[in-house]
């Protein structure tokens, strides 16, 4: 059963820093990985999807890895600005694609102080 | 452009009680997701529609738990006889295609979701 785990559950950084954001998942057998991010009392937002076949995605600050083999994947944030402040949401779509549903780690709750 | 929608934001009932839950996807996304997300817990999977394939209903709880989506479009989540343990919230989401047609065309995109509180 494919489970994936996001660490820290919780991480605080001043306002500049660089930071990372680690997700892992048991089953290396995935189709994407994609981040979102979560602000209070609303919807997902989706950031960044990375096929299995690749190796990165970046998108302005944000620039998110994936090793499928170690079931690893990371989101950098370069230079964090107050409006970071959300919890982060890493999931994998398991298998060769014809499952469509998402697989969630429980987040990373990322707050940026000014 | 118009993004998902669903309604009610906010959903107080009692015990026992049915409740429905409505979607309104992406128009023109052909796939629909349902997911709900406990206090403390993360976001669990609960049925998905592709276009008229039959749904995956793999990750309903319980058979109190049923979903429908009339014309390809809007979805209606139902719970009957609820229990505390429903109380959560309740999100939807919705893409171009589920199978695999590359990137950007499975990209989930979510509504703001239902918040229902069982008393």
């Known amino acids: 059963k494919q489970e994936v785990t996001q660490i820290p559950a919780a991480l605080s950084v001043p306002e500049g820093e660089n930071l990372v954001l680690n997700c892992s998942f048991t089953?290396?057998?995935?189709?994407?990985l994609q981040w979102f991010r979560q602000d209070p009392g609303k919807g997902l937002t989706s950031l960044l999807l990375i096929q299995s076949s690749q190796r990165e995605q970046t998108s302005g600050r944000l620039n998110a890895s994936l090793d499928k083999s170690s079931g690893r994947s990371t989101l950098y944030i370069a230079a964090s600005q107050p409006g970071d402040s959300a919890t982060y949401l890493c999931a994998v779509r398991p298998g060769g694609g014809s499952q469509g549903n998402l697989i969630f780690g429980k987040g990373t709750k990322l707050s940026v102080k000014p | 452009g118009a993004g998902v929608s669903q309604s009610p934001s906010n959903k107080v009932t009692e015990k026992g009680k049915d409740v429905e839950l409505r979607c309104d996807p992406i128009s023109g996304h052909t796939a629909l997701y349902w997911y709900r997300q406990s206090l403390g817990q993360g976001l669990e999977f609960l049925i998905y529609?592709?276009?008229?394939?039959?749904?995956?209903k793999s990750g309903l709880p319980s058979d109190r738990f049923s979903a429908e989506r009339t014309g390809g479009s809007v979805s209606t989540l139902t719970i009957q006889r609820t229990q505390q343990e429903d109380s959560a919230v309740y999100l939807c989401?919705?893409?171009?295609?589920?199978?695999?047609?590359?990137?950007?065309?499975?990209?989930?995109?979510f509504g703001p979701g239902t918040r229902l509180t069982v008393l």
């Open positions: 089953d290396s057998a995935i189709y994407n």
């Open positions: 529609f592709q276009g008229n394939s039959a749904p995956d």
């Open positions: 989401a919705s893409s171009l295609m589920s199978v695999a047609g590359g990137p950007g065309l499975d990209t989930q995109y």
